[in-house]
């Protein structure tokens, strides 16, 4: 074993070779305490002083990007259909979940950062990945990206929103095609439910011969107009039936018997033969009154009147189809005198009306058929009316749903911002005109921090066991 002795001797040779430091060392502990500090507060200042001379500039570029915080709708009117309704919204003000986080997702993904590193020109790995801030009550993004130089940090900020922009367009055009197939599924099954309505429509209209619930309020109507000219022609024929008593009176003939009359009258040959018997009918009287009937002049008077007779009935017979009686012959005489009279007026006035009422008997007639066929038209009609009225609703709400899901579709591929809402640069990417890091007065500020609290640290260390000793013995003297 080694004494003490031995041992001591063994360091001082040892130490004699550093005599200067050695004796300043063990002259004093507070010594050995000021050079660990010294150390200490060295190696704090070269480390800080190294990172500032070694550490490269990192340059940072700042922006911002806003989106929309509002809904958009478009409404359509379709006319005797309905309404179509189309909405988007940026789903900003969610209680659940924030559109931005989203976008914070996305620009942050792998995919988006291999674009920006791309357009940037350099290596995806040295890229790194900005950093976003969501500004609160705010629809606005901040974003900070570094790089080596300003301009590359403001170039690699355009890449990354470039980038950006070109995945969001992707999603969009994606949730475009995915809708697409729902789309034309819902669209075929609703275009298929109107065919069938429409044909269910069209057979019953050629089975019942009823087009529209219209036709029956077009037929009553019609009915009901008809009435009303059938009315309207009773009325006028009961006029001229009172006319043509008041006329028949006057003239002591019949409508019959006054048109024969007038057709006879207005034949030249048939008055000529008139006047023949009228004249020969005046002188027999005459002569009958002065001379026996065997005197020549009256037979002579009757021949010439039974030979215009017989030339009356011959016409009359040529003219109206029929023997006139010699009693008639009499009563429808027309003389030059009667006819100055106005008889010619009367016996006109009178076939006239006559004329007219069997018009408009005839007319009443017809207008009672019409009226009968629609009223059996009606009553045939009015039976499948309620029926052809469900198919056709069945019909219209079938078009409606069609229309409307057809002008959502529409409406909703035309959207192209309701899952991705647009974003728009608020804020363009700066050129830092001095570096970020590293930050001189921070490295300084920490340096003299470090040097303060190793010192302050050590020193309590140093000075702990002569306080602990004075206060064991201020507590228990």
């Known amino acids: 074993m ?38 200490a507060n060295g190696f704090i200042w070269i480390s800080a002083l190294l990172y500032l001379l070694l550490t490269k500039p990192i340059y940072t570029s700042r922006w911002a990007l806003i989106l929309p915080s509002t809904s958009s709708a478009t409404n359509l009117n379709l006319p005797d259909i309905g309404q179509a309704t189309s909405s988007s919204g940026s789903g900003l003000g969610s209680s659940t979940y924030d559109t931005r986080a989203n976008y914070e997702y996305i620009f942050e993904s792998e995919q988006v950062i291999k674009e920006a590193a791309r357009l940037s020109g350099i290596k995806s790995r040295d890229f790194g990945k900005p950093k976003i801030k969501l500004i609160d009550n705010t629809t606005m993004m901040q974003f900070e990206v570094s790089g080596r130089s300003a301009k590359e940090a403001m170039n690699k900020s355009m890449a990354l929103y470039q980038s950006a922009q070109k995945r969001l367009n992707e999603l969009r055009e994606g949730e475009m095609r995915q809708r697409e197939i729902p789309a034309e599924s819902i669209l075929m099954s609703v275009q298929k439910k109107l065919q069938d309505a429409q044909q269910k429509v069209t057979d019953f209209k050629f089975k019942s011969g009823l087009t529209s619930s219209d036709q029956v309020r077009d037929l009553s109507g019609n009915i009901e107009q008809l009435r009303r000219q059938r009315a309207e022609v009773l009325a006028n024929e009961q006029s001229a039936a ?29 008055q000529q033969h008139l006047k023949d018997y009228s004249e020969a009918t005046s002188s027999l009287r005459l002569l009958a009154g002065k001379f026996g009937p ?12 039974r030979f215009a007779l017989r030339n009356l009935l011959q016409r009359s017979r040529q003219i109206l189809g029929k023997d006139l009686p010699p009693l008639a012959i009499n009563r429808l005489a027309l003389s030059t005198v009667a006819s100055n009279s106005g ?57 409606a749903v069609f229309a409307s899901t057809l002008a959502q579709l529409d409406l909703g591929q035309g959207d192209l911002f309701s899952a991705y809402p647009l974003i728009q640069m608020a804020v363009e990417p700066t050129m830092p005109d001095k570096p970020s890091a590293p930050k001189t007065t921070f490295v300084l500020a920490g340096a003299v921090a470090g040097s303060f609290f190793s010192s302050f640290g050590l020193w309590l260390l140093w000075v702990r066991k002569p306080w602990i000793k004075k206060l064991s013995r201020w507590i228990s003297p």
């Open 2 to 39: 080694i004494d003490k002795q031995e041992l001591k001797t063994k360091l001082s040779q040892k130490y004699s070779q550093l005599p200067f430091l050695f004796h300043w060392l063990s002259r004093n502990r507070w010594n050995r305490y000021y050079l660990l500090m010294g150390m």
């Open 242 to 270: 009172k006319r043509l008593m008041q006329l028949s009176a006057s003239l002591g003939l019949s409508s019959s018997q006054a048109a024969d009359a007038f057709q006879l009258q207005v034949d030249q040959i048939f």
């Open 294 to 305: 065997n005197n020549p002049r009256v037979i002579k008077e009757k021949n010439r009147q």
């Open 343 to 399: 008889r010619d007026s009367l016996l006109q006035s009178l076939v006239n009306v006559a004329a007219e009422q069997r018009a408009l008997s005839g007319q009443a007639k017809e207008l009672d058929v019409q009226i009968n066929n629609l009223e059996q038209r009606l009553r045939g009609i009015t039976k499948p009316l309620s029926t052809l009225e469900s198919l056709m609703r069945n019909e219209q709400i079938a078009q």
